[in-house]
């Protein structure tokens, strides 16, 4: 199936929700914030860092980057409000934080969030694969995300063909450490310690 025949699709399918599929705009930071919030706002680094934003520091950012609004899908209700979106950079872009350098070819899942009151109507796969069929169109033959051990996210990408990739020990120490001291132990502590790279091939 083309890009633009799966984007129709995804669309379609939101639409069958009452949620359509679009890039975020400078006027839906208040919402946006919102959304983020109902799935990070709750979560704190283990240097007591919150991880919820307000509206200005996204107004701020995409001031400064007005060319990576095109790089964040929203999923909106009609009446505007946001409850889902996924923030992707594709190759020769870098992840927005600056914690993530792309290779040739790669198109990297930032952040994928849904709202609590809209879980369960299949927006994070819809959002997935609007962002996979833009990342088609930049000329990306793979996705790649990371996922933080215990994150029930993680079953979402399986079933969309994410493999986890194997890391070396210095990497994945490395990455235990990352998570322990900027994103602490959100999801509880039966889970292992750090996070799994992951990646899927477009075909």
């Known amino acids: 199936m083309p890009p633009s025949a799966l984007v129709r699709s995804a669309s379609a399918n939101a639409e069958d929700t009452g949620v359509t599929l679009t890039t975020l705009t ?51 209700r009609a009446s505007g409000e946001v409850v889902g979106y996924v923030q992707y950079a594709p190759f020769p872009y870098s992840d927005k934080d600056g914690l993530h350098e792309t290779k040739e070819g790669e198109c990297y899942v930032e952040q994928l969030s849904v709202s609590a009151g ?20 930049a000329g990306c033959n793979h996705m790649t995300l990371a996922v933080i051990n215990g994150n029930r996210a993680r079953a979402l990408y399986e079933r969309l063909g994410y493999v986890a990739v194997e890391q070396d ?10 998570v322990f001291l900027l994103v ?11 996070a799994v790279d992951m990646r899927k091939e477009l075909k």
């Open 26 to 76: 400078m006027d839906r930071f208040e919402s946006f914030s919102k959304c983020h919030n109902d799935s990070f706002g709750t979560k704190v680094s283990c240097l007591c860092v919150p991880v919820a934003s307000g509206p200005d520091r996204f107004r701020s950012f995409y001031t400064k980057n007005p060319d990576r609004l095109a790089l964040c899908g929203v999923a909106l």
């Open 118 to 137: 809209a879980r369960g109507l299949g927006l994070g796969t819809r959002l997935l694969e609007w962002c996979e069929a833009r990342a088609r169109d």
């Open 169 to 178: 020990c210095v990497d994945e120490c490395c990455g235990c450490l990352f």
């Open 184 to 194: 602490g132990r959100p999801y509880g502590l039966c889970a292992p310690w750090g």
